[in-house]
């Protein structure tokens, strides 16, 4: 059993013990890494340098029992780094290149960033072949994106020097914070000190996005308005001169539109008298002012910085009519980085019915026609650089509190259509996740390998990952993850679902009365309490079924049936792969944790299944017609409520083994043993209190 955010410990260890198999012995066109080799850096090596190269003094100890030693003195058979703006096809952004001969190591980098990636790449070479040994030859190897952005895997806030080595080894070059000012988080609570925190960055060739979420409230006809924006984003830089992105997303920031088809900002003001106005606000819609606004943001920027980039996320507007996303493209300043989303707003069928992305989701390996189209009006435009918020990390909005989605194939499919954007339509940015971070995965190391130039197929590139962390299983492994594959095709990524059973898994709660019933109504939405003052906490999900009517997909009276059927066959392939895994022999960590992780998500998926089942029987209960019916209705109730407690109580060994189970960097643990036996007092105040009072009531006809 593990402690409450053990996790956190182990992501503490960058490098991992004891990797090295002493059995094995190099080949004749190997050289082999020994005691006492030195690291040679030059003189005037810079931070990034220095830290990749203690770096790797620590791997080769930790990881491969092998005593090396930092320095500036040459010596024979040595690692030897150095700076180097030509190498072939390797010059450019995080390039590097290695020569592997028998006199010794060295790696060049096209800057330093490249530098420390080479020497991490040695890392992945030997964890690959579980021995210091490197094949003789010559690597040249560049990034294809120049930033990959990421949230940190300890919490939103959270960057001990471990998570920013974490996020350097898995190819990140930006650090991402959600922030109302320079000194406070988005969600008002928290200081950060990201002058601090960029000087610590940097050591790890890091540097840092911020999404300012503050009042835009000047119309770029207002007077004052460039001086109100060269004030507020002023003061983002004197709290930290290192910036290097600036994002902008509509739904934060509020903008004040005069766009006759936009409503108001913020978006609860679009009412007259308690009516809706029927007008997305500016947030959720492609304004035709948002140029001349963004012109005003990047005047300020630039009075601050030569270099800081103004990322402008077309994030909430893919329903809006291609010809008004496009003219907006087509008339946005200079110098602005465009950054739609790569799935969402896709639309397809299931069954009888029509669903859309509403959010991120695996299901959908992309990119999407939203994307598409956008991404080729920048490409016309060369003044204009091309983003993407992919969520591309190995975790999606799928399974809100799981580490990442063990699903390879997908995922290799998703990170093709990213490679292959980058050379039709110039992609050259990532915002690799939001709120949920980054977890150290084989899915994360696949992705790294193959966001590189020179890259193996990727099959081999799977091949050689899953070898690495289950040895002898390694084939049983990728029979169990094609049985994944296939299941996260059925999956459907509803807002009823994804701000529902998915986000939160087993805990989630089943309630049958209304929130304002008597005699006390439900507190809180009848949400388990926030324990933690995280930053969404127990806000950013519903605590019932709420039907999303969005005229993008069939009403939910219609498709909850045919995604019943979906979902039943997508939890049918996660099991069929859970038990190729259990039949395993010799299992090791890896292996154990990985079987963890997929009964979870098996278990979330009964969850939803049991939420829409309630669902429809809650319905069926408002009409019933009859006492009889009500009471057959009654009984279905009671005896799904009882499934889904021994669902519940099924899951508490689950995250008992697995600390990072049930938890979430934005919400902290929903689904801890604490969460989960909260659910079962729920269940229990349902099937003792309420379902015997509605049983009262509908047998009351017997006494008159």
Same mark, same amino acid.
């Given at each position: 059993?593990?402690?409450?955010?053990?996790?956190?410990?182990?992501?503490?260890?960058?490098?991992?013990?004891?990797?090295?198999?002493?059995?094995? &012995?190099? $080949?004749?066109?190997?050289?082999?890494?020994?005691?006492?080799?030195?690291?040679?850096?030059?003189?005037?090596?810079?931070?990034?340098?220095?830290?990749?190269?203690?770096?790797?003094?620590?791997?080769?100890?930790?990881?491969?029992?092998?005593?090396?030693?930092?320095?500036?003195?040459?010596?024979?058979?040595?690692?030897?780094?150095?700076?180097?703006?030509?190498?072939?096809? =390797?010059?450019?952004?995080?390039?590097?290149?290695?020569?592997?001969?028998?006199?010794?190591?060295?790696?060049?980098?096209?800057?330093?960033?490249?530098?420390?990636?080479?020497?991490?790449?040695?890392?992945?070479?030997?964890?690959?072949?579980? =021995?210091?040994?490197?094949?003789?030859?010559?690597?040249?190897?560049?990034?294809?994106?120049?930033?990959? $952005? +990421?949230?940190?895997?300890?919490?939103?806030?959270?960057?001990?020097?471990?998570?920013?080595?974490?996020?350097?080894?898995?190819?990140?070059?930006?650090?991402?914070?959600?922030?109302?000012?320079?000194? &406070?988080?988005?969600?008002?609570?928290?200081?950060?000190?990201?002058?601090?925190?960029?000087?610590?960055?940097?050591?790890?060739?890091?540097?840092?996005?911020?999404?300012?979420?503050?009042?835009?409230?000047?119309?770029?006809?207002?007077?004052?308005?460039?001086?109100?924006?060269?004030?507020?984003?002023? $003061?983002?830089?004197?709290?930290?001169?290192?910036?290097?992105?600036?994002?902008?997303?509509?739904? $934060?920031?509020?903008?004040?539109?005069?766009?006759?088809?936009?409503?108001?900002?913020?978006?609860?003001?679009?009412?007259?008298?308690?009516?809706?106005?029927?007008?997305?606000?500016?947030?959720?819609?492609?304004?035709?002012?948002?140029?001349?606004?963004?012109?005003?943001?990047?005047?300020?920027?630039?009075?601050?910085?030569?270099?800081?980039?103004?990322?402008?996320? +077309?994030?909430?507007?893919?329903?809006?009519?291609?010809?008004?996303?496009?003219?907006?493209?087509?008339?946005?300043?200079?110098?602005? +980085?465009?950054?739609?989303?790569?799935?969402?707003?896709?639309?397809?069928?299931?069954?009888?019915?029509?669903?859309?992305?509403?959010?991120?989701?695996?299901?959908?390996?992309?990119?999407?026609?939203?994307?598409?189209?956008?991404?080729?009006?920048?490409?016309?435009?060369?003044?204009?650089?091309?983003?993407?918020?992919?969520?591309?990390?190995?975790?999606?909005?799928?399974?809100?509190?799981?580490?990442?989605?063990?699903?390879?194939?997908?995922?290799?499919?998703?990170?093709?259509?990213?490679?292959?954007?980058?050379?039709?339509?110039?992609?050259?940015?990532?915002?690799?996740?939001?709120?949920?971070?980054?977890?150290?995965?084989?899915?994360?190391?696949?992705?790294?390998?193959?966001?590189?130039?020179?890259?193996?197929?990727?099959?081999?590139?799977?091949?050689?990952?899953?070898?690495?962390?289950?040895?002898?299983?390694?084939?049983?492994?990728?029979?169990?993850?094609?049985?994944?594959?296939?299941?996260?095709?059925?999956?459907?990524?509803?807002?009823?679902?994804?701000?529902?059973?998915?986000?939160?898994?087993?805990?989630?709660?089943?309630?049958?009365?209304?929130?304002?019933?008597?005699?006390?109504?439900?507190?809180?939405?009848?949400?388990?309490?926030?324990?933690?003052?995280?930053?969404?906490?127990?806000?950013?999900?519903?605590?019932?079924?709420?039907?999303?009517?969005?005229?993008?997909?069939?009403? +939910?009276?219609?498709?909850?049936?045919?995604?019943?059927?979906?979902?039943?066959?997508?939890?049918?392939?996660?099991?069929?792969?859970?038990?190729?895994?259990?039949?395993?022999?010799? @299992?090791?960590?890896?292996?154990?944790?990985?079987?963890?992780?997929?009964?979870?998500?098996?278990?979330?998926?009964?969850?939803?299944?049991?939420?829409?089942?309630?669902?429809?029987?809650?319905? @069926?209960?408002?009409?019933?017609?009859?006492?009889?019916?009500?009471?057959?209705?009654?009984?279905?109730?009671?005896?799904?409520?009882?499934?889904?407690?021994?669902?519940?109580?099924?899951?508490?060994?689950?995250?008992?083994?697995?600390?990072?189970?049930?938890?979430?960097?934005?919400?902290?643990?929903?689904?801890?043993?604490?969460?989960?036996?909260?659910?079962?007092?729920?269940?229990?105040?349902?099937?003792?209190?309420?379902?015997?009072?509605?049983?009262?009531?509908?047998?009351?006809?017997?006494?008159?």
């Amino acid at each position: 059993m593990e402690e409450k955010f053990q996790f956190k410990a182990e992501l503490l260890k960058v490098h991992k013990k004891n990797r090295r198999n002493k059995a094995l &012995t190099p $080949s004749a066109d190997e050289f082999e890494i020994k005691h006492g080799l030195f690291i040679v850096v030059p003189e005037n090596a810079g931070i990034v340098t220095m830290t990749a190269a203690r770096d790797f003094e620590d791997y080769l100890f930790t990881s491969m029992n092998v005593s090396s030693m930092v320095t500036t003195q040459s010596a024979e058979k040595a690692i030897t780094l150095s700076l180097n703006e030509d190498i072939e096809d =390797a010059s450019g952004f995080m390039g590097y290149r290695i020569t592997i001969k028998d006199s010794g190591i060295t790696v060049e980098g096209y800057d330093e960033k490249g530098l420390a990636q080479g020497l991490y790449y040695l890392e992945d070479l030997m964890n690959i072949r579980k =021995a210091p040994f490197l094949k003789k030859g010559v690597i040249k190897r560049k990034a294809l994106f120049s930033s990959r $952005s +990421t949230h940190s895997p300890f919490g939103m806030f959270e960057w001990p020097d471990e998570a920013l080595s974490l996020a350097a080894h898995a190819g990140m070059s930006q650090i991402t914070l959600w922030i109302k000012d320079g000194y &406070t988080s988005q969600r008002k609570e928290n200081f950060i000190d990201l002058r601090l925190l960029s000087e610590r960055a940097e050591k790890y060739g890091l540097d840092i996005a911020v999404s300012l979420s503050a009042p835009h409230s000047k119309h770029p006809d207002e007077p004052d308005a460039q001086s109100y924006y060269d004030e507020l984003y002023g $003061s983002l830089f004197k709290a930290c001169p290192k910036i290097k992105s600036v994002s902008v997303v509509g739904e $934060s920031t509020n903008f004040v539109s005069k766009d006759p088809k936009a409503g108001k900002a913020p978006y609860k003001n679009n009412h007259v008298d308690n009516i809706p106005t029927g007008k997305w606000s500016p947030g959720w819609w492609p304004c035709r002012d948002y140029p001349e606004w963004l012109q005003l943001i990047l005047n300020a920027i630039r009075k601050y910085s030569d270099t800081c980039e103004l990322v402008f996320s +077309t994030y909430n507007w893919g329903f809006a009519p291609e010809e008004d996303r496009l003219r907006l493209i087509k008339n946005l300043p200079d110098g602005i +980085t465009v950054q739609p989303t790569w799935d969402m707003f896709h639309q397809y069928r299931v069954g009888n019915s029509v669903e859309d992305v509403v959010d991120y989701t695996l299901a959908f390996a992309g990119p999407g026609e939203f994307f598409v189209s956008e991404a080729k009006e920048v490409a016309k435009h060369k003044n204009l650089r091309l983003s993407v918020n992919a969520q591309s990390s190995g975790r999606t909005w799928d399974f809100g509190v799981v580490p990442y989605e063990p699903m390879p194939g997908q995922w290799i499919k998703r990170y093709e259509g990213m490679v292959k954007a980058h050379y039709e339509w110039g992609l050259d940015g990532v915002c690799e996740n939001i709120h949920y971070g980054f977890y150290p995965s084989f899915i994360l190391d696949i992705e790294k390998d193959m966001f590189f130039t020179n890259a193996k197929p990727s099959e081999e590139i799977l091949a050689d990952i899953l070898k690495r962390d289950f040895d002898e299983n390694a084939d049983k492994v990728k029979e169990a993850t094609k049985c994944f594959d296939e299941a996260i095709l059925h999956y459907v990524p509803t807002n009823e679902d994804q701000y529902g059973g998915y986000r939160i898994g087993p805990a989630y709660p089943f309630w049958l009365e209304d929130a304002k019933a008597l005699p006390c109504g439900l507190v809180g939405d009848g949400k388990m309490p926030d324990r933690f003052k995280s930053m969404f906490g127990n806000g950013i999900y519903f605590s019932r079924y709420v039907p999303d009517v969005a005229g993008r997909n069939s009403l +939910t009276g219609v498709r909850i049936f045919d995604e019943i059927k979906s979902t039943e066959k997508m939890r049918d392939l996660i099991l069929n792969g859970i038990e190729i895994l259990e039949a395993c022999e010799n @299992k090791n960590e890896n292996l154990k944790k990985l079987i963890l992780l997929a009964k979870f998500i098996y278990r979330t998926i009964l969850t939803v299944l049991n939420v829409k089942k309630h669902y429809i029987l809650q319905q @069926k209960l408002h009409i019933a017609g009859t006492h009889e019916e009500a009471g057959k209705l009654l009984d279905e109730i009671e005896a799904l409520l009882l499934e889904e407690r021994k669902n519940a109580q099924e899951t508490i060994p689950l995250v008992q083994e697995d600390s990072r189970l049930g938890w979430e960097p934005s919400m902290e643990y929903t689904t801890d043993e604490d969460a989960l036996k909260w659910k079962l007092r729920q269940i229990d105040y349902e099937l003792d209190m309420v379902i015997p009072k509605f049983r009262r009531g509908n047998e009351l006809i017997k006494k008159f």
